[in-house]
T-cell receptor, first 111, second 112 residues
Framework: QQQVKQSPQSLIVQKGGISIINCAYE??????FPWYQQFPGKGPALLIAIRPDVSEKKEGRFTISFNKSAKQFSLHIMDSQPGDSATYFCAAGGGADGLTFGKGTHLIIQP | DAGITQSPRHKVTETGTPVTLRCHQTENHRYMYWYRQDPGHGLRLIHYSYGVKDTDKGEVSDGYSVSRSKTEDFLLTLESATSSQTSVYFC???????????FGSGTRLTVV
């Protein structure tokens, strides 16, 4: 049973464009929704996170939009750069028993 | 990553042999986690610990055991390795007071 569904699996965006990755969750007990960025050969690194009491959080070029009623959240990367090329994972959690991850999106930013 | 170290970084082992992976932290965080990462599956939780000697199973715990005798060390053991356990294993730590998870650099395990 997959509790966090992530789309698309892969995404190609031109430099300067907006990259959008979407996730949907099922468990209403989740109360923490982070996004992780992973480069080849490295561990996932926290990019940005949001709690369900807000609908949007922005940090630099990265924005999370959160829709509690639809149980969906998304990552927007503005002015996408080649250095943003990586795999992105959404996740959801609510307690001591860890995060549930989406399957990942391989993002390529073309120069 | 600062504060969390996984060893070894790479290991090749034969089917049927026991294997132990180590996660060491210097942050004194209460919570520690073992995940495996496979293409098309994202990261899946194997086991986690919420204190010394306190552990619990995750989504994909079959064939794995863990131990935590000290706050700083969380060991993952494959009692009899199988080819299906070929994967990249990540350890993560989390402080009690917040939800920030920090991941290690991973161990690439190949079972031949």
């Amino acid at each position: 049973q997959q509790q966090v569904k992530q789309s698309p699996q892969s995404l190609i965006v031109q430099k300067g464009g907006i990259s959008i990755i979407n996730c949907a969750y099922e468990n209403t007990a989740f109360d923490y929704f982070p996004w992780y960025q992973q480069f080849p050969g490295k561990g996932p690194a926290l990019l940005i996170a949001i709690r369900p009491d807000v609908s949007e959080k922005k940090e630099g070029r990265f924005t999370i939009s959160f829709n509690k009623s639809a149980k969906q959240f998304s990552l927007h990367i503005m002015d996408s750069q080649p250095g943003d090329s990586a795999t992105y994972f959404c996740a959801a959690g609510g307690g001591a028993d860890g995060l549930t991850f989406g399957k990942g999106t391989h993002l390529i930013i073309q120069p | 990553d600062a504060g969390i170290t996984q060893s070894p970084r790479h290991k090749v082992t034969e089917t049927g042999t026991p294997v132990t992976l180590r996660c060491h932290q210097t942050e004194n965080h209460r919570y520690m986690y073992w995940y495996r990462q496979d293409p098309g599956h994202g990261l899946r939780l194997i086991h986690y610990s919420y204190g010394v000697k306190d552990t619990d199973k995750g989504e994909v715990s079959d064939g794995y055991s863990v131990s935590r005798s000290k706050t700083e060390d969380f060991l993952l053991t494959l009692e009899s390795a199988t080819s299906s356990q070929t994967s990249v294993y990540f350890c993560a730590i989390r402080a009690q007071a917040n939800y920030g998870y920090t991941f290690g650099s991973g161990t690439r395990l190949t079972v031949v």
